[in-house]
Every structure is written in structure tokens, then in C-alpha cells.
């Protein structure tokens, strides 16, 4: 009896070794491939515009390594960007909160404050353009890299959806940039702000940061911490509220049969990616950000009258 209690003290911590090096073998192992999504992107016909396609291969060089096929992606990507704001004076980058695998119009609060910014943009005049930026695709790999880059302060993708921007910047005159984010994508969106702050001509709006992001504010941003309605449990730390809230879903989560840690692990990670999927993830008290709430839509047309209107 004692030798067969001695096993299974063994076999849960083999399984634990296990789990602490296999997750960041995975995150190094889908680094090394530069995150990469489908690399069978549909070809773009690019005009005769040698010198804009050569300055992109040459950033691709910069930014994502030596890699032909990943340096391919990114110059598609790049030039498909610039045909789409060329004849812009502004390119609206959205950036959706959670895993950012939806686009931020798709949320229903995304989608109140973005139909009021272009309504206000239209009404100053500006011919604009919406870029939906989705950071994480599909599969377990993209999870665990956006999971990577959340706790890292998104130094890969931050500085490559930079680049990009900078880019654009230069290759069209007069151009400007709003970068704007919801929850984890306002963090996102000010680690991108962070990288660009040389650069003139580019804003950002950051909706809704949640309590682990420490993001450094930067010149030309706008920071919402509060609807103006309630207060939100997220973004203050309000470990209290935010259990009353979730306790019953945390007790069902707790309750998933495991035997050793790693089954432990795989249940509550497909209870996590799972709940989220169907949109059945944990409550956030307060943590609503509608265009109609005080402090939303008249604290973003302010910023955008002061940094967009006519002189």
C-alpha cells in the first residue's frame, strides 16, 4: 500500500514536469515559426509599384527573420494594408478584447463606440478606413501564443502590427492612425502606441483595461477606465465582486473529474477555451462599455474633436 501511494506521489509530479515544460516548449516551438496562420494566402496583384514592394521585403527582413514563406505572408499583408488606406486620410486599426480571435465590430459594446467614432469621423469630414486586426487564429497553438504574449506585454505582435503602421505612415503623405482597443485589445493597442511614439500622426483609444495589464500611457492616447455607470470589478481589481459573480461557474469548474495534473490541466483548459467559445465566459461586473454611457461616447468625441478636428 505504501509503495503504490509512493507511485502515485511519482506520477503526479512526473505529470506536473510534464505540463511545466511541454507548455513552453509549445509557445517556443509556434514562436519559432513566427505564430504563423495559413500561409496559403490568396495572391494579390500589386500594380507596378516596385519601390513600395521593395521597402516591404526589406522591413519583412527586419521584423520577422530570414524565413521566405513568413516573409511572404508579411509582404502581402503589408501591401494588402497599404492598398486598403492609400486613398485614406485615416485608418481606424481595431482591436478586439479576449483572445482576439473575433473582430471587435462582432462585440456588441465594440460595435457601439466604433459606429460612433465613424459617425463622428464622417461628420468632420475625413475619408477613413476600418482595418480589423484579429490577433490569435484557430487551434491551441494560436491560444498558447496569445497567451504568451498577454503575460509578456505582446513584444512579437506589438511590435509587428508597428512596423506596419509606421510603414503606412510613411508611405502615405498625411496620413494618421487611431489605434483603438477593447479590454485586452486596449492593452494591445497601447503597447502598439508604446512602440510608435516617435511617430507622429498616430492615436490611440484604450477601452477597458483589465488589472494584470500595466500599460505605460503615452502622448496622443486616450485611456477609459470607467463607463461613467458602475464601476468596473476588472479593471480596479475587485477580487471580491468579481467571485460573488462567478463563484457558481469556479465550484462547477472545480468539480471536472482529473487524476493527475495533467488531466487536471486539459479539463480546465477545454472548460476555459470552451466557455469562452460560446460566450459563456466568466462575468466582469461593470466592465460594459457602451457609446450611449457618459463615460464613453462624449469622452471619445472630445478626444477626437481636440485631436481631429479642423484648425
Known amino acids: 500500500m505504501q509503495k503504490s501511494k509512493g507511485y502515485l506521489v511519482l506520477l503526479r509530479k512526473v505529470g506536473l514536469v510534464v505540463v511545466l515544460v511541454a507548455c513552453p516548449l509549445a509557445a517556443v516551438v509556434y514562436l ?22 521593395r521597402q ?7 521584423v ?31 482591436s478586439p478584447g479576449g483572445w482576439g480571435k473575433k473582430t471587435l465590430s462582432v462585440d456588441y459594446q465594440g460595435r457601439s463606440w466604433l459606429t460612433g467614432i465613424e459617425a463622428k469621423l464622417h461628420e468632420m469630414g475625413y475619408e ?20 504568451k504574449e498577454q503575460v509578456t506585454h505582446y513584444p512579437s505582435k506589438a511590435r509587428k502590427l508597428a512596423a ?8 502615405v503623405v498625411d496620413l494618421r492612425i487611431l489605434i483603438a482597443g477593447q479590454s485586452n485589445g ?10 510608435l511614439e516617435g511617430t507622429p500622426g498616430v492615436y490611440s483609444i484604450q477601452v477597458g483595461i483589465p488589472f494584470w495589464h500595466r500599460v ?17 470589478a476588472l479593471a480596479e481589481r475587485d477580487f471580491l465582486t ?22 487536471w490541466l486539459i479539463t480546465r483548459a477545454v472548460l476555459v477555451f470552451g466557455a469562452y467559445g460560446f460566450n459563456l465566459g466568466l462575468d466582469a461586473p461593470g466592465h460594459e462599455y457602451m457609446w450611449e454611457y457618459p463615460g464613453v461616447g462624449p469622452v471619445i468625441e472630445a478626444f477626437l474633436v481636440e485631436n481631429f478636428g479642423v484648425e
Open 64 to 94: 520577422v527573420g530570414m524565413s521566405r514563406d513568413v516573409q511572404e505572408q508579411f509582404v502581402t499583408e503589408l501591401l494588402g494594408l497599404y492598398y486598403k488606406v492609400k486613398d485614406s486620410d485615416l485608418a481606424v486599426f481595431c
Open 186 to 195: 486596449a492593452a494591445f493597442a497601447g503597447e502598439v502606441a508604446k512602440c
Open 216 to 232: 505605460p500611457e503615452v502622448g496622443r492616447s486616450l485611456v477609459i477606465e470607467g463607463s461613467g455607470v458602475g464601476f468596473d
Open 128 to 147: 477613413y478606413c476600418i482595418v480589423d486586426d484579429v490577433r490569435t487564429g484557430q487551434g491551441l497553438m494560436e491560444y498558447l501564443f496569445e497567451f
Open 242 to 263: 468579481l467571485l460573488e459573480a462567478n463563484w457558481v461557474k469556479l465550484f462547477v469548474m472545480g468539480q471536472a473529474p482529473y487524476f493527475t495534473p495533467v488531466d
Open 164 to 171: 506596419k503602421i509606421d510603414f503606412l505612415t510613411e508611405q
Open 32 to 53: 519559432g515559426s513566427d505564430g504563423s496562420r495559413d500561409a496559403s494566402l490568396p495572391g494579390l496583384e500589386f500594380e507596378s509599384m516596385d519601390a513600395v514592394e
Open 56 to 62: 516591404a521585403w526589406e522591413l519583412a527582413g527586419e
